[in-house]
């Protein structure tokens, strides 16, 4: 069983940075996919970014490709989510989720975090 925890979330203007950070406790994560995913006010949850086990391969959605930049420390069970340029379209709760194989659907995940919520203002 890997539980997740995210921090970082919170309130910020449009054009500022964010970091979100999730520890995976009771269970090391070296060896599994880690992704982000976040779901917006009435809308689906969809797919941020995801690293492989290593941290050598990182794919991210259109949408953010080129201002998000996913992480890992496996020393320290973390994953990391840095977020810079932030625009109003990037309000949602994030969510930190860990799974066997690197992909970009919510199926390929077994373990989620219970989100932080984003919110940007214009």
């Known amino acids: 069983q890997v539980q997740l925890v995210e921090s970082g979330g919170g309130l910020v203007q449009a054009g500022d940075s964010l970091r979100l950070s999730c520890v995976a406790s009771r269970r090391t994560i070296s060896s599994t996919v880690m992704g982000w995913f976040r779901q917006a006010p009435g809308k689906e949850r969809e797919f941020v970014a995801t690293?492989?086990?290593?941290?050598?391969?990182?794919y991210y959605a259109d949408s953010v490709k080129g201002r998000f930049t996913i992480s890992r420390d496996n020393a320290k069970n973390m994953v990391y989510l840095q977020m810079n340029s932030l625009n109003p379209e990037d309000t949602a709760v994030y969510y930190c989720a860990a799974g066997p194989i690197t992909a970009r659907t919510e199926g390929a995940y077994n373990y989620w975090g219970q989100g932080t919520q984003v919110t940007v203002s214009s």
């Open positions: 690293i492989n086990w290593s941290g050598t391969s990182t």
